[in-house]
Structures are given as structure tokens and as C-alpha cells.
């Protein structure tokens, strides 16, 4: 009697879609920096005001998740939430005021939270839920500093249908950022 050896292959798909992200270098102004930009994701310059932007794949109904990377172009002398609530206050009243123009209401808004992560000197991150005749769409700014307190601008809008999916794929690919050094210092003297 011959004896048959079954062998089981166990397959292991991630969720994650940096699985097959790739680096890319950005220049904007004198700031340098990377960021895994995940399978799939387009990154146009100059998209919506966002000098970098990373743009996700059409999702049934044509909304796509963006994250827009701004670099202030000096490091924090202003000390970002430095004033506490008055800071949380002028970023809520802005955040109506867009709102207003474009007919849309505030559903919620996220506590102010400030973190860090490997790279990231800190980050302070306000978010909130909000409708437009278009949809239900969640918007977080983080603001982060990074290689000498250099101050970058990150914003995800995410329609409220892909939140959950979607903000996970944020989070991830935001903690790939890293801040080169600057093309050229703002200290440094002006030479004519």
C-alpha cells in the first residue's frame, strides 16, 4: 500500500497596502523628504493647493481618499498649539466657515491629540466628520515636526463609506514620512 503525503500551503494575505509600497523623494522649497507611497496611489504636485499630494484608487462610487503633504518651508518658531484651546477654537471656526461656503454641516469633531512616532518629533492631530451635498466625508490635518522642528501640514479626507479601511491605510503610510535635511537652512544668511 503506498502512502500519500498531503501538503497544505497556508496563505497569508495582508490587509496592509504598504505590503507593496514604494519610497518616494519629494522636493518642495528647502524641505527634503520620503514617504512609502502605497500600490496603486497616484502623487501629483500642485493638486487641490496641496504641493504633494497622494491620491488613492476610485472606489465605486468615484470618491478617493487624499492625503495632502504641505512643508511649511521653516522649522516651528510659532510653537504649533502653543495656545491650547484658542488654537482648537480657530481651527474649528475655520473648518465652518469652509463648510458655509460650500453648503455643507459639521456632524463631529475628534479631540485634539498629540503624539509621536519613530522620526517624528511630535504631532498634533484635530479631525471631524462633515456633510457636503456630495457625501459624508472625514478630514484630519496633523500637523508634524520633524528634523529640527520643521513644521509639515498632513491632510487626509476620506469619504465616511471607506473611513475605517481607508484611515488605516492613512495612519500607515503617514509613519513612513521622513524629513531629509533641508535643501537649504533658514538661518542661513541670504547671498547675493
Not at 490587509?15 to 528647502?30: E, I, P
Not at 476610485?58 to 521653516?74: F, L, M, W
Not at 498649539?81 to 475628534?110: C, H, N, P, T, V
Request: charged share 25%; with cysteine; proline share 4%.
Amino acid at each position: 500500500m503506498k502512502k500519500f503525503v498531503l501538503w497544505t500551503a497556508t496563505i497569508i494575505l495582508t490587509s496592509s497596502a504598504l505590503a507593496h509600497a514604494s519610497v518616494k523623494n519629494f522636493t518642495v522649497g528647502d524641505d527634503q523628504f520620503t514617504i512609502n507611497v502605497p500600490n496603486g496611489w497616484q502623487t501629483p504636485k500642485d493638486f487641490y493647493g496641496f504641493p504633494v499630494s497622494l491620491i488613492g484608487p476610485d472606489n465605486k462610487e468615484g470618491h478617493r481618499t487624499v492625503i495632502g503633504i504641505t512643508p511649511s518651508g521653516a522649522a516651528d518658531t510659532d510653537k504649533v498649539f502653543d495656545q491650547g484651546d484658542k488654537d482648537i477654537k480657530s481651527y474649528m471656526s475655520g473648518r465652518e466657515a469652509w463648510l458655509e461656503k460650500f453648503e455643507g454641516k459639521s456632524i463631529s469633531y475628534d479631540s485634539y491629540q498629540k503624539t509621536k512616532w519613530t522620526g517624528i518629533e511630535e504631532a498634533h492631530t484635530l479631525g471631524y466628520h462633515y456633510e457636503l451635498p456630495t457625501g459624508k466625508f472625514y478630514e484630519r490635518s496633523i500637523f508634524v515636526l520633524c528634523n529640527g522642528r520643521r513644521l509639515y501640514h498632513l491632510k487626509s479626507i476620506t469619504h465616511s463609506e471607506y473611513e475605517k479601511t481607508d484611515n488605516k491605510i492613512v495612519d500607515e503610510t503617514i509613519k513612513t514620512l521622513k524629513c531629509e535635511k533641508t535643501v537649504a537652512s533658514a538661518t542661513k544668511p541670504a547671498t547675493k
